[in-house]
């Protein structure tokens, strides 16, 4: 692909599309256009001198100036179900008002539902109840559906992407076997764990953008290597150089989350209903702000029965389409992804640098390399 | 020309407050309420006519203009709140047409632009002041005293580490506008963060380091470190990731450790034990710190004080800054210099 095109990324204030952004301007495109919903979303691909544009998916005007000159639409961004909905169908509108060349849609594996076994991009997508799964099926249909008008479409079905900056699974990993009270999911964390590192996920991108063969098409994408849960789990553990986990029984972690299901509900609710109050007397008083943070980390701390559910399936997204059509091969195994991973969370502070021996804030005098204290 | 020692005057100021943004919506504004008495009329300048009317109308008996420029004339006073790199060049106009600036921090990117301010309100007569608040702190001032004291003896290390996801409400995103500026976290934040390590010091330390995550935009993490005489002091900022927001100054002879966003407690160790210390003043009912440089500014205006905070007070902090930045190397990010790599088992 030439680097003189002119590339609009949305949700670029977001785990992908800012990585989509960073990967673009560092691989030498000149015109990188990042779309982000909200100005405080801009810290991280602001360090990057690419223009940083208001796109929120909503709002069709911000669209229309946002796809202005544009050739290529890489469309990350995220939301409630009616955004995915709703805000694809905009982007899309945009995309053959603007005539571009090329719009990739970013869905998820989460179509398939919850079936197990190997799934290739020929299985039916399966309405599986869960609100992400189903917006993104309707997202994909109104894909397909410009598609015929003449809007040049790619869909993309990442599996779980990690690495760099990932939140949800790298951050809220990393904090959960952090708190010790993580652990090996004795006969429920046996499923698979699709991992994708982003670097890959970015190279399948360019693929996508590059390939005569792409358009009209899904690829499911998915990484080198198929771990269980448990092994990703322990190898993550491990790359934080923290203690040998304990195995969690299925009875005990099913309980947990069981009890854990309604101290979350009547969380919610009270946050909700009375947030102001309690932020308040959480200010004010030692005691609460005690309690409150026993609460918070036993419900972080504490699988989901729906967490659970995954740990325990066995899908596997197959690539071979992507393989052929798009020449697309993961390069980054498991153990290279969460290296990187975990070097990052060091240099964000987001994790100890020596087992938690250090104090937080002796650990955090580090200056880079460099050490003065 | 205004003379250098002026009369209180009798009359109440007009002031400006230029830039209609989130600091002048959720400070400015509400600070120049509790002091409306001390002002004959506040004018709000704003480039989007629309947003200065809205803010004006909520604010009671205030005017609009869109342009500073129209109304230098008839204010005595200007809150300069707009984005960065504007600071100097408005505030240079409002001192050359003889109005008092009080200016948001960063008051400037360098040293010279301090310079030459200071210099054009001496000539013009008035005062060119910055919201610097972090000095103002009820803490802060207690550890300069117990420093100043010798409390903890000779200053060996000082340690800040301050951050947390960027959540400013900006209206304009000049903050991430990479044409505007290419400096980030370590200019805004470290406007106050570098500001009350000098005042700690009393004086301006030496840049050992400088390190950024910038790759030609504005840095969202940036770590320095400095000596004073026998004082390393190092600083982390993040706009990217919660920090622990907490100091620790170690003495030859004892240590304060603090938490940043905790402005009144401190904990002082020295050799008769650690003690717990409570800074806030007991006869500071009226004016809450953050809001002391804008009572003082009216109080200036009117001749009647001169300011908390003047210019040539955060030279030394601007200088350092400006020095840091001319110092700075990538961190290393090692998960971008990855491309596709081919693993050989």
């Known amino acids: 692909m030439r680097t003189d095109t002119r590339i609009l990324v949305t949700g670029a204030g977001g785990f992908i599309g800012g990585w989509i952004v960073e990967a673009l301007y560092l691989d030498g495109f000149k015109y990188v256009r990042a779309g982000i919903r909200r100005w405080s979303s801009a810290a991280r691909i602001g360090r990057f001198p690419v223009e940083i544009v208001l796109c929120d998916i909503m709002n069709p005007k911000q669209i229309d100036d946002a796809m202005q000159g544009v050739d290529v639409v890489i469309h990350c961004a995220m939301g409630s179900s009616d955004v995915i909905r709703k805000g694809t169908e905009n982007m899309l509108d945009g995309a053959l008002k603007h005539h571009v060349k090329r719009f990739i849609h970013f869905s998820t594996v989460d179509v398939y539902g919850t079936v197990e076994g190997p799934i290739d991009e020929k299985h039916p997508l399966v309405h599986s109840g869960k609100a992400y799964g189903e917006a993104k099926i309707e997202a994909e249909n109104l894909c397909w559906s410009f598609y015929k008008r003449g809007v040049p479409v790619v869909v993309l079905r990442p599996s779980i992407v990690y690495g760099p900056y990932a939140k949800l699974w790298i951050g809220k990993f990393a904090e959960r076997l952090q708190s010790g009270r993580w652990g090996l999911f004795k006969g429920v964390g046996e499923g698979t764990c699709n991992l994708v590192y982003i670097r890959d996920l970015v190279n399948a991108t360019y693929r996508a953008l590059e390939s005569n063969n792409a358009v009209g098409q899904a690829f499911n994408v998915n990484g080198a290597d198929l771990i269980t849960w448990n092994e990703y789990f322990s190898r993550l553990n491990d790359a934080l150089g923290l203690p040998q986990l304990r195995e969690i029984g299925q009875r005990k972690s099913t309980v947990r989350s069981v009890l854990m299901k309604p101290t979350k509900v009547a969380a919610h609710f009270v946050l909700d209903k009375f947030g102001g109050v309690i932020t308040m007397m959480y200010q004010r008083y030692d005691f609460l702000r005690t309690i409150a943070k026993r609460i918070e980390k036993s419900m972080k701390t504490t699988p989901s029965g729906d967490e659970l559910g995954m740990y325990g399936r066995k899908p596997s997204y197959r690539i071979e389409k992507a393989r052929t059509l798009l020449g697309y091969e993961p390069a980054f195994r498991v153990d290279q992804g969460i290296e990187m991973s975990v070097r990052w969370l060091r240099h964000e502070s987001l994790v100890s640098h020596n087992n938690g021996t250090e104090s937080s804030h002796t650990l955090q005098m580090r200056v880079g390399s460099r050490r003065y204290e | ?345």
């Open chain 2, 1 to 345: 020309m205004m003379n250098n020692q002026q009369p209180p005057q009798r009359t109440l100021p007009t002031i400006a407050l230029i830039g209609c943004g989130a600091i002048a919506e959720k400070f400015y504004l509400p600070a120049l309420r509790q002091f409306a008495s001390g002002v004959e009329k506040v004018i709000l300048v704003d480039s989007n006519p629309e947003r200065a009317r809205q803010l004006a109308a909520s604010f009671g008996d205030a005017d609009s203009v869109s342009n500073y420029q129209d109304i230098m004339d008839c204010i005595q006073g200007a809150i300069v709140a707009v984005p960065h790199h504007l600071h100097v060049p408005i505030s240079k106009d409002l001192l050359t047409h003889d109005v008092h600036v009080l200016c948001e921090k960063p008051l400037a990117e360098t040293g010279q632009e301090v310079r030459e301010m200071v210099r054009l309100a001496d000539a013009h007569g008035v005062t060119i002041a910055v919201n610097n608040t972090r000095r103002l702190v009820p803490s802060s001032r207690k550890i300069k005293e117990i420093i100043t004291s010798g409390e903890i003896g000779s200053l060996r290390s000082i340690s800040y580490l301050e951050g947390g996801e960027f959540d400013w409400p900006t209206a304009s995103g000049f903050y991430f506008n990479s044409k505007i500026s290419r400096k980030g976290v370590l200019l805004d934040l470290g406007a106050h963060v570098f500001d009350v390590i000098c005042f700690w010091l009393g004086g301006k330390p030496e840049i050992l380091s400088s390190e950024s995550d910038s790759f030609g935009g504005c840095e969202a993490v940036a770590a320095v470190s400095m000596r004073y005489q026998d004082c390393i002091c190092t600083v982390r900022m993040s706009r990217l990731g919660k920090l622990p927001n907490s100091f620790r100054i170690i003495g030859e002879k004892g240590s304060i450790e603090g938490a940043i966003h905790d402005w009144r407690t401190i904990t002082l160790t020295t050799s008769r034990g650690t003690s717990m210390i409570d800074t806030q003043p007991r006869d500071n009912g009226k004016v809450h710190f953050s809001r002391m440089p804008i009572a003082n500014f009216l109080d200036v205006i009117r001749g009647a004080a001169t300011p908390l905070i003047p210019a040539s007070h955060v030279l030394d902090s601007i200088e350092l800054i400006q020095e840091a930045y001319g110092r700075t190397t990538r961190f290393p990010l090692p998960w971008y210099e990855q491309k596709e790599v081919v693993d050989a088992d």
